[in-house]
């Protein structure tokens, strides 16, 4: 009887318990996960391989595909955003601020908090749903600042001259090496250009903080403001410390809270570093022949980032290549066309243009790829004077409101260093054979034939340029050719009215529209061609199997590299005393010398800061 008992106790336990449990799991709590993104370093438009964190950079396509999976992530309840120093441009401000939207048209809520802001930061942050700063920080809100760098008096010191011509009144890239300040159209150009930025930035603020245009920008006038001052104005929600401020999250999520840093980074294998046989093994890994996968509907994406130039680039150490070299993105272009699971292909352009040649080369290369299938064009913070060469014959184009575009028209010469060698008392002495042998010396400005001879082969690149634009964007196009023209630089805003791009939007919405135009719903995006991290571009070169021809050495890539000696140590103390204006510095000498190299050029007109 008492062993009955026992078992009926038993089996009474074994019914009740799982219902007990059940209770116990019902009266926890569930964490609520916070998915924490720290902006910091350099947003660079292109991808970049993971590895590349160990220089500061940031993919934006990575960051807004990362915030859109956020946005549609059951499992992610909150958006926490923190802020050290995160270069970005215009375009990708928006481009941002987009995707921060979708995740608060989830009902996420999105947390902010930074120890300072300038006024293109805050117009980021200030999308978020809470806005703190840190106590006695700066809210440096006093609009944008545009700053160019003229170099004739310092070339006239040096001895050096710039002869220069322009196809274009608004064409005004080589003002720079020939004036001493703006020309009357080259300033009329920029007023434009920062009024219609200023507008999209204001816009931006008004909306995010419940405020009208007129009294956003009554506010930018009385800043810069402290954090209690940013407070009073309805300019932030808080002033608090970081512990303060993930306190806040807690309590509004409703206590324990999950804060998620490695969202959606892959678990990597470690590598056995204190033996040489786990770095072997690591290695042997980057040779395994791929496992056989069906392949899987596609949208290529392929990045023109930088100043366009001929031939073959190199990645660095750490997978990113200084320039958009034509031989490179002809190559991705010609594997995109050839293959199949390749339905459609993007161009990202974030270049303010380069060499006419390459240019040409490029946009080429692009039709072979729109001849076979749906190709369309995403413009980043500048898709410029040969950035726009590139694009425009494309099925549909995406800007940005502030991207800068346009800049339609040609810039060519030569620099002339006779007077420089002569105050160090060198002396040269030509000689040549055939009557235009000596067009491109350093030695003299050109005469009239020269002149005239240059005048009319620029003409021509000209009308070439103007002929691409005509018949890539046909009755789209809002005037005549000749009065879009000019170098006149526009926003995408601008350009969208003009007819110079067909939509307003990022690189997101630019796939959207490629997929929809090869009808296909279900498909993978590639970056073409792949980033390569250090340890692939390291084991490829010692292999021999990189793809890039050995024969090409480029002086752009050598120009990208760090100076030694007393060039480099001047130039490290320009950065150090003044940074900003030391980059623009650096932005000019590059020009000139690709000016040597192709001696006509499609470039914006400015080297300028904006801040």
């Not at 010396?441 to 050109?446: E, G, I, L, N, V």
Request: glycine share 10%; with cysteine; net charge negative.
């Amino acid at each position: 009887m008492r062993s009955y008992r026992a078992i009926s106790a038993f089996i009474c336990l074994m019914i009740l318990n799982p219902m007990l449990v059940g209770a116990e799991e019902d009266q926890a709590q569930t964490p609520a996960q916070a998915v924490h993104v720290h902006l910091s370093g350099i947003l660079s438009d292109s991808s970049v391989p993971e590895s590349s964190l160990l220089t500061g950079s940031m993919s934006m396509s990575k960051l807004v595909r990362g915030l859109r999976k956020i946005s549609q992530d059951p499992e992610v309840d909150a958006l926490v955003l923190t802020y050290d120093t995160l270069a970005f441009g215009f375009a990708q401000l928006e481009e941002i601020r987009t995707a921060l939207g979708e995740v608060h048209a989830q009902g996420k809520p999105i947390y902010v908090h930074a120890e300072g802001m300038t006024t293109g930061v805050y117009a980021l942050l200030c999308a978020g749903d809470h806005l703190s700063v840190a106590p006695a920080s700066t809210l440096m809100l006093t609009g944008l600042y545009g700053e160019s760098m003229y170099l004739k008096g310092l070339m006239d010191k040096l001895g050096i001259q710039a002869d220069f011509l322009s196809m274009g009144n608004y064409k005004s890239a080589a003002e720079t090496m020939t004036r001493t300040g703006p020309s009357v159209a080259a300033q009329e150009n920029l007023d434009w250009l920062l009024d219609s930025l200023y507008d999209s930035l204001v816009g931006m603020i008004a909306q995010s903080r419940n405020k009208t245009p007129d009294q956003t920008k009554a506010l930018i006038d009385q800043g810069p403001f402290l954090a209690e001052e940013a407070l009073e104005k309805g300019l932030i929600d808080a002033v608090e410390t970081r512990s303060a401020f993930l306190k806040r999250i807690e309590d509004d999520l409703g206590g324990a809270v999950v804060f998620n840093n490695r969202y959606g980074r892959s678990a990597k294998k470690p590598i056995n570093v204190s033996s040489p046989f786990g770095l072997f093994s690591a290695f042997s890994e980057l040779f395994k022949a791929p496992q056989a996968t069906a392949p899987k509907d596609t949208i290529a994406v392929v990045y023109v980032e930088g100043t366009i130039v001929s031939g073959y680039g190199q990645a660095g150490f750490f997978g990113s290549v200084s320039g958009a070299f034509a031989g490179n993105i002809r190559k991705a272009f010609e594997t995109v066309a050839a293959d199949d699971s390749v339905k459609a292909v993007v161009m990202r352009v974030n270049s303010p243009g380069g060499s006419a040649e390459a240019s040409e080369v490029i946009l080429n290369a692009a039709r072979g790829v729109q001849s076979r299938k749906p190709f369309v064009v995403s413009m980043g913070d500048t898709a410029a004077s040969g950035g726009y060469y590139v694009a425009c014959g494309a099925d549909a184009i995406y800007a940005d409101s502030a991207t800068v575009t346009g800049s339609i028209g040609v810039v060519g010469g030569k620099i002339v260093t006779q007077d420089l060698w002569d105050k160090f008392g060198v002396n040269w002495v030509g000689d040549k054979r055939g009557a235009r042998a000596d067009l491109f010396t350093s030695a003299r400005p050109f005469d009239k034939d020269q002149r005239d001879v240059f005048s009319a082969h620029m003409e021509t690149i000209y009308d070439t340029f103007k002929g691409h634009v005509v018949k890539g964007r046909g009755y789209r196009l809002r005037k005549d050719i000749n009065d879009m023209a000019g170098g006149r630089v526009y926003t995408g805003k601008q350009a969208l009215d003009l007819g110079l791009v067909d939509y307003l939007g990022g690189l997101e919405q630019a796939i959207a529209c490629a997929a929809k135009k090869s009808s296909v719903t279900d498909y993978v995006i590639r970056v073409v061609p792949e980033p390569k991290d250090f340890i692939t571009q390291l084991m490829e070169d010692l292999s021999g199997r990189t793809d890039r021809p050995t024969d090409i050495s480029s002086i752009m890539t050598r120009a990208l590299m760090p100076s030694t000696g007393a060039q480099g140590s001047l130039f490290d103390l320009l950065q150090k005393t003044d940074p900003k204006r030391a980059q623009v510095f650096l932005q000019a000498l590059r020009r000139i010398e690709l000016l040597h190299q192709e001696n006509i050029l499609m470039m914006m007109p400015y080297d300028f800061i904006l801040e």
